[in-house]
T-cell receptor, first 119, second 112 residues
Framework: GAVVSQHPSWVICKSGTSVKIECRSLDFQATTMFWYRQFPKQSLMLMATSNEGSKATYEQGVEKDKFLINHASLTLSTLTVTSAHPEDSSFYIC???????????????FGAGSRLTVL | GESVGLHLPTLSVQEGDNSIINCAYSNSASDYFIWYKQESGKGPQFIIDIRSNMDKRQGQRVTVLLNKTVKHLSLQIAATQPGDSAVYFCAETAGENEKLTFGTGTRLTIIP
């Protein structure tokens, strides 16, 4: 089945540094990927929609200059948390849509998530 | 704004019993609903989905019921097993853009 890989699975960084998280579709092509963040014991909140070859679409309240998204190929989207602060500590999850399948949310595959801790 | 919510944040069920997890949604334009299972430290795993032109759909040990009149859906898990312990989220979307809105989640604990 479709597999989405996230890397790193966990990362610890110092306040003020930038962290890049990768989301790869391993066995399918994805023109669209989605980035979510999830705080402990809370639900997933959509941050942005990543579109291959074009700018990401950010949800209201998400700072695009802080959360840089690049979708340079059909199998890779990256999320860079710039000048990270402790309040950015969270679980970041991506999902990808297999463009070769009939549309519908059941063709979305989620990555295993990346836990970011900012000291 | 529109939101998807759950009635019960936690649920404990004896192993072997059936469990029912409920979800209320408020976006009347939602036409596609999905249940996800999330284990600790992992991403959501698709369980079952249902479109708005249906009111019931069954899978292996799971059944989803949709009541559009009261904007409510439920997930029934039959003969629960320890491996069913997880957080369950309902999610909804309107149209084909696959932007999912997740509910608040219910933690299901199966008691051996």
């Amino acid at each position: 089945g479709a597999v989405v890989s996230q890397h790193p699975s966990w990362v610890i960084c110092k306040s003020g540094t930038s962290v890049k998280i990768e989301c790869r579709s391993l066995d399918f092509q994805a023109t669209t990927m989605f980035w979510y963040r999830q705080f402990p014991k809370q639900s997933l909140m959509l941050m942005a929609t990543s579109n291959e070859g074009s700018k990401a679409t950010y949800e209201q309240g998400v700072e695009k200059d802080k959360f840089l998204i690049n979708h340079a190929s059909l199998t890779l989207s990256t999320l860079t948390v710039t000048s990270a602060h402790p309040e950015d500590s969270s679980f970041y999850i991506c999902s990808a849509r297999d463009q070769g399948r009939i549309s519908g949310a059941n063709v979305l595959t989620f990555g295993a998530g990346s836990r970011l801790t900012v000291l | 704004g529109e939101s998807v919510g759950l009635h019960l944040p936690t649920l404990s069920v004896q192993e072997g019993d059936n469990s029912i997890i409920n979800c209320a949604y408020s976006n009347s334009a939602s036409d596609y609903f999905i249940w996800y299972k999330q284990e600790s430290g992992k991403g959501p795993q698709f369980i079952i989905d249902i479109r708005s032109n249906m009111d019931k759909r069954q899978g292996q040990r799971v059944t989803v019921l949709l009541n559009k009149t009261v904007k409510h859906l439920s997930l029934q898990i039959a003969a629960t097993q320890p491996g069913d312990s997880a957080v369950y989220f309902c999610a909804e979307t309107a149209g084909e853009n696959e932007k999912l809105t997740f509910g608040t989640g219910t933690r299901l604990t199966i008691i051996p």
